[in-house]
């Protein structure tokens, strides 16, 4: 059950911030393996908990300055340590940007439509949606959509975290609600949904890596809870395996996929999910 877990774990965290579904993935290696059940449906939950840890060490200092006053006074000490004879002076941040109370509130109104929809929509997403055929319909949709938006893309009207506001962090926020359906992934969805509104590739990516610290956290509590009648103290080496593994391997995906989108476009990622959807097709129904 270990190489399970460790398997499981890595193709968590690879997937996890790729616009490709890492619940997709874990989903299909897991019927591939014998690896189904609520048990393990809720393990494949569990783990990106581990993707999460690693976006929050690598943006530390982004989730840092989200605490209220911390990042005016880190720039205040910077001005004035930097007054001298030749007059220079940093230049403050302007008000707002993604610090503080309004980049908390940018996070809670991206947050909030995924948790409502979650929320009523639990049990039949568990029920009917975690499924290879199911999976596969999402994988494909979210390729198309990919793709579209590469040729299409509107023109960029926003770059860098501190340009976001609310109707930017609404709109992604919408947008992840359609990560509720496994294969459609949430990096994906998000990603679409914030290129379709004019923020620039590499912004709303990161603003997805953030953004999925609050809403994965409470989704991963809200099916702990769900599922306590059938989880034991004796599962706790599983899940921590899948854990570890999956911290470790989102840390270098996540640094990887930002220098990837510096010289590419994300329509690759499309025809991969095109092609995954119709191997999962041909494979489960053979």
């Known amino acids: 059950m270990f190489?399970?877990?460790?398997?499981?774990?890595?193709l968590e965290g690879l997937t996890e911030f790729l616009p490709v579904s890492s619940t997709g993935h874990m989903i299909i290696a897991g019927h591939m393996l014998g690896f189904t059940g609520p048990r393990a449906d809720t393990f494949e939950i569990f783990?990106?908990?581990?993707a999460i840890l690693a976006v929050v060490g690598l943006y530390r200092e982004r989730f840092l300055d989200l605490?209220?006053?911390?990042?005016?006074?880190?720039?205040?000490?910077?001005?004035?340590?930097s007054v001298s004879g030749t007059g220079d002076q940093v230049v403050p941040?302007?008000?707002?940007?993604?610090?503080g109370w309004?980049?908390?509130?940018?996070?809670?109104?991206?947050?909030?439509?995924?948790?409502?929809?979650g929320k009523f929509a639990h049990s039949a997403i568990k029920e009917h949606l975690f499924s290879p055929m199911t999976v596969a319909i999402g994988l494909a949709l979210g390729g198309v959509g990919l793709i579209l938006i590469e040729r299409f893309r509107p023109a960029t009207r926003k770059t860098g975290l501190d340009a976001l506001g609310w109707r930017e962090?609404?709109?992604?926020?919408?947008?992840?609600?359609?990560?509720?359906?496994?294969?459609?992934s949430r990096a994906g969805s998000t990603i679409i949904g914030g290129m379709l509104i004019g923020i620039d590739r590499k912004t709303t990516a990161e603003y997805s890596f953030l953004a999925a610290v609050p809403v994965m956290i409470a989704a991963t509590s809200y099916d702990l809870y769900k599922s306590r009648d059938f989880l034991s103290a004796a599962d706790i080496p599983l899940f921590a395996v899948g854990f570890l593994v999956s911290m470790v391997s989102a840390w270098f995906a996540v640094r990887y996929f930002i220098r990837f989108l510096a010289n590419h476009t994300l329509e690759g990622f499309g025809w991969y999910r095109i092609a995954l959807a119709a191997f999962t097709v041909w494979f489960f129904s053979t």
């Open 102 to 117: 309004h980049g908390l509130g940018l996070l809670a109104l991206t947050t909030a439509p995924a948790l409502v929809s």
């Open 67 to 81: 605490i209220p006053g911390r990042r005016i006074n880190r720039e205040a000490v910077a001005r004035a340590g």
């Open 169 to 184: 962090a609404l709109c992604v926020g919408l947008f992840q609600c359609l990560a509720l359906w496994p294969g459609m």
């Open 3 to 10: 190489v399970l877990a460790i398997i499981i774990g890595i």
């Open 47 to 50: 783990i990106q908990l581990g």
């Open 93 to 99: 941040a302007p008000m707002g940007g993604f610090s």
